[in-house]
T-cell receptor, first 114, second 115 residues
Framework: GENVEQHPSTLSVQEGDSAVIKCTYS??????FPWYKQELGKGPQLIID?????GEKKDQRIAVTLNKTAKHFSLHITETQPEDSAVYFC?????????????FGSGTQLTVLP | DSGVTQTPKHLITATGQRVTLRCSPR?????VYWYQQSLDQGLQFLIH???????AKGNILERFSAQQFPDLHSELNLSSLELGDSALYFC??????????????FGSGTRLTVV
C-alpha cells in the first residue's frame, strides 16, 4: 500500500518568514495530494490540493509543488502569521477506482513566533 | 461548521465495554471514511463506505465494525474496548463526481477515553 513520509515533525519560524514542509510517497499510481491544517480540538481542514498533472499550485500565501519523478511534494507558506500555527498533514491517494482513501503523513507542528 | 456532524464529542468508558460513534456526512456526499488519530500513530484509515456499501478496509480491528444506513449516516461500533483504543475518531465525507472521489471534509471528531 501507499506510504507517506513527512518532515519535519516540528517547525518554528518567526512571523513573516516562510515555512516549508516536505512529503514523499511510495506508490507511483497516486495522483491526488491534499494538505490539511488541524487546529487544536478541531478536525483537519483542507487548505490546498494538487493533482499529478500539475507541477505547482498557489493560493494566496500557500503553494504546493509536486515532483512526480522523485515522488515528493511540498507545502510552502509565505509571510507566516501567528494564526498559521497548527499541525499540517500531507496525504496521497488515487482518484478513481475503489480504493480512494487518503494515506496521511505523520504531521508537522508549525509554530509561528510573534 | 464543516457540514459533517459527529456525535458524541467526548466519550469516557471502561475497558471491556462497547460504544457507538455516529457520523452524518455533508448533504449530497455519498462517501464516508473513518479515521483513528492517536498521538503516536497519526491519522490511520479504518474503513470507507459509499452509498451504503463497504468499499475499503484499512487497519481496522476485528473488534470494530461500521455500517452506513440508507439516509447515509454512518456508525462505528467499538467493542471489548482496551486502554489502547483511546484516541480521536474522525469521520470524513467526500463528493463523488463521475465515480471519482476528491478531498475530504472532516467532522470535529469524537474523543474516546477508555479507563
Amino acid at each position: 500500500g501507499e506510504n507517506v513520509e513527512q518532515h519535519p515533525s516540528t517547525l518554528s519560524v518567526q512571523e513573516g518568514d516562510s515555512a516549508v514542509i516536505k512529503c514523499t510517497y511510495s506508490d507511483s499510481a497516486s495522483n491526488y495530494f491534499p494538505w490539511y491544517k488541524q487546529e487544536l480540538g478541531k478536525g483537519p481542514q483542507l487548505i490546498i490540493d494538487i493533482r499529478s498533472n500539475v507541477g505547482e499550485k498557489k493560493d494566496q500565501r500557500i503553494a504546493v509543488t509536486l515532483n512526480k519523478t522523485a515522488k515528493h511534494f511540498s507545502l510552502h507558506i509565505t509571510e507566516t502569521q501567528p494564526e498559521d500555527s497548527a499541525v499540517y498533514f500531507c496525504a496521497a491517494s488515487k482518484i478513481g477506482g475503489s480504493a480512494r482513501q487518503l494515506t496521511f503523513g505523520s504531521g508537522t507542528q508549525l509554530t509561528v513566533l510573534p | 461548521d464543516s457540514g459533517v456532524t459527529q456525535t458524541p464529542k467526548h466519550l469516557i468508558t471502561a475497558t471491556g465495554q462497547r460504544v457507538t460513534l455516529r457520523c452524518s456526512p455533508r448533504s449530497g456526499d455519498l462517501s464516508v471514511y473513518w479515521y483513528q488519530q492517536s498521538l503516536d500513530q497519526g491519522l490511520q484509515f479504518l474503513i470507507h463506505y459509499y452509498n451504503g456499501e463497504e468499499r475499503a478496509k484499512g487497519n481496522i480491528l476485528e473488534r470494530f465494525s461500521a455500517q452506513q444506513f440508507p439516509d447515509l449516516h454512518s456508525e462505528l461500533n467499538l467493542s471489548s474496548l482496551e486502554l489502547g483504543d483511546s484516541a480521536l475518531y474522525f469521520c470524513a465525507s467526500s463528493v463523488e463526481v463521475d465515480g471519482r472521489g476528491y478531498g475530504y471534509t472532516f467532522g470535529s471528531g469524537t474523543r474516546l477515553t477508555v479507563v
